[in-house]
């Protein structure tokens, strides 16, 4: 479902670059849920960033699900997100003027599905537990009913691919645990592949396997 080969990625800032990514070969079966763990600036965030499009390597190949993603323009890859790709930010990323159910609805708007948007995203509010919270805005939910309500978005298009970014670092770990509970059961009852990056062992152990990162590149051992 995902292959990545010979990715790099270099930032450069005046005359100082400094390389985030050196030369990462990964591949992810379908239906697979992979953690990628590593200290802090190791290139985790950035590794996620790019398989999700937000940015584009400096050299290497990227491919979703048979498809060559370095070399599309933002609105492609755009389209390309919105029916394969589900992304959970560790800092929720909500909209603040809009109510849990038109965060939960917007992405289904802007593809243009052609179901009813608000039911679904009441039925998905509802199945992770905020089926009384659809009217309330972000400010007005603590942090672990605004991360249940970015897996909700997370799933509203039914992504293939699901890429979670620390999605427990701002949360206690028994809420932690419920929201990594919610993305290993839509792997497993979805077939989604699952690509979830954390600093954290005891989650890192929950996935089917892992792979390190450390300094920009795969520890050898960890596997491709």
């Known amino acids: ?32 849920a992979l953690a990628v763990e590593g200290p802090s600036g190791s290139g985790k965030s950035t590794l996620l960033g790019l398989l999700a ?5 400096t050299e290497g190949s990227i491919r979703i699900d048979g498809e060559e993603i370095t070399g599309l323009d933002e609105d492609r890859m755009a389209v390309l997100r919105g029916r394969k790709i589900g992304f959970v930010f560790q800092s929720y990323n909500l909209i603040p003027t809009l109510t849990a159910k038109e965060n939960v609805s917007l992405p289904l708007e802007l593809l ?31 942090g672990g009913e605004q991360q249940r309500v970015a897996l909700a978005r997370a799933f509203a298009c039914r992504p293939t691919v699901l890429l979670a970014d620390e999605p427990t670092g701002n949360l206690d770990s028994v809420t932690g645990q419920l929201v990594m509970d919610m993305l290993l059961d839509w792997n497993r009852s979805r077939g989604a592949t699952l ?9 890192s152990r929950l996935a089917g396997r892992v ?3 450390f300094d920009g590149r795969i520890v050898p051992g960890s596997g491709p």
């Not at 080969?5 to 239906?31: C, D, F, I």
């Not at 499009?53 to 390597?57: A, L, Y």
């Not at 690509?195 to 989650?203: E, K, R, Y």
């Open 211 to 213: 792979v390190h990162l």
């Open 1 to 32: 479902m995902i292959e990545v080969r010979n990715l790099s990625k270099t930032l450069t800032s005046g005359s100082r670059r400094l390389e985030v990514l050196k030369g990462v070969n990964l591949t992810v079966r379908r239906g697979e």
């Open 112 to 142: 243009g599905d052609p179901g009813d948007p608000d039911r679904r995203a009441l039925e998905l509010l509802d199945s992770v537990g905020l089926g009384s919270r659809v009217s309330h805005y972000p400010a007005q939910l603590s």
């Open 53 to 57: 499009g937000f940015d584009s390597p």
């Open 195 to 203: 690509v979830i990056v954390t600093h954290d062992p005891a989650l």
